[in-house]
């Protein structure tokens, strides 16, 4: 059984930076891993992706601000934002595809943690 749990999220300041973190198990090693997240009233999107072969994707809007740590514990994901911005409001999920895979795309992801929410005040 695949599961996800996310920890990490809370409450910041803008500038301000947070470390989510993704526990998983049941999943194959160097399955495709990413974060998502979705605010109020808006649809979920992709944040960042990692695959099996430690390429990393980012979002335009969290270039340069957020980035998935390399080198980690084959069941655990880490999402280091920084210079947090108020509109990267919203509740983070992690996610996998569940296979191994080279740059996945956004649709490709389906296993999905609870979710840790990030609030960043301005």
């Known amino acids: 059984q695949v599961q996800l749990v996310e920890s990490g999220g809370g409450s910041v300041q803008a500038g301000g930076s947070l470390r989510l973190s993704c526990t998983t198990s049941g999943l194959i090693f160097r399955a495709c891993m990413g974060w998502f997240r979705q605010a109020p009233g808006k649809e979920r999107e992709g944040v960042a992706s990692?695959?099996?072969?430690?390429?990393?994707t980012y979002t335009e809007s969290v270039k340069g601000r957020f980035t998935i740590p390399k080198g980690n514990a084959k069941n655990t994901l880490y999402l280091q934002m920084t210079s947090l911005r108020p509109e990267d409001t919203a509740m983070y999920y992690c996610?996998?595809?569940?296979?191994?895979?080279?740059?996945?795309?956004?649709?490709?992801?389906?296993?999905w943690g609870q979710g840790t929410q990030v609030t960043v005040s301005s």
């Open positions: 990692i695959d099996r072969l430690d390429s990393t």
């Open positions: 996610a996998s595809t569940g296979s191994y895979c080279v740059d996945p795309n956004w649709a490709d992801f389906r296993f």
